[in-house]
């Protein structure tokens, strides 16, 4: 629920989207006092709607959404990936799509890239957009900013 999780969760709101966030290095009142619900327990999270995350990709969060996680969401459920590639198990998220567990996955990171030739894209229900990063002027701006402050 940092920088762009809070922002996304600001825009879900703006639709009218009940917010729940679990992230264990923040306040709870960051996401209390947007008007949305903390939890501690990260199954909470499996058992929503939409599922977007946005968080680094490190030993803990690699894989953090697999096979064992898409069995406790609901049937239907929609996932988001615009964080890094990884965090996510290809492979599961594959087979969730397949049989429609999933009902849609929208996707700018893989775990390696360019994904040329990766399963993923051969699905009717999968949005697959180029991973742009930090590509955009603002985000060079404010790298060169940071730089410089540094």
Do not use: W
């Not at 459920?77 to 590639?85: K, M, P, Q, S, T």
């Amino acid at each position: 629920f940092g920088n762009i999780g809070s922002r996304v969760a600001a825009r879900a709101k703006a639709f009218g989207m009940d917010i729940i966030a679990y992230d264990p290095y923040i306040d709870p009142s960051k996401v209390i006092d947007m008007g949305g619900t903390y939890t501690k327990n990260f199954d909470n999270i499996l058992a929503c709607d939409f599922i977007t995350i946005h968080t680094p990709k490190t030993k803990e969060t690699t894989d953090m959404i697999g096979a064992k996680e898409i069995a406790k969401m609901k049937d239907g459920v929609r996932l988001i990936n615009c964080a890094r590639g990884g965090l996510y198990n290809e492979e599961a998220l594959y087979e969730g799509l397949k049989s429609g567990k999933v009902a849609f996955a929208g996707i700018d990171v893989f775990t390696k890239e360019p994904a040329t030739s990766h399963p993923l894209l051969d699905l009717d229900n999968v949005s697959v957009t180029p991973h742009l990063g930090a590509n955009t002027l603002e985000s060079q701006r404010n790298i060169a900013v940071e730089a410089v402050e540094q």
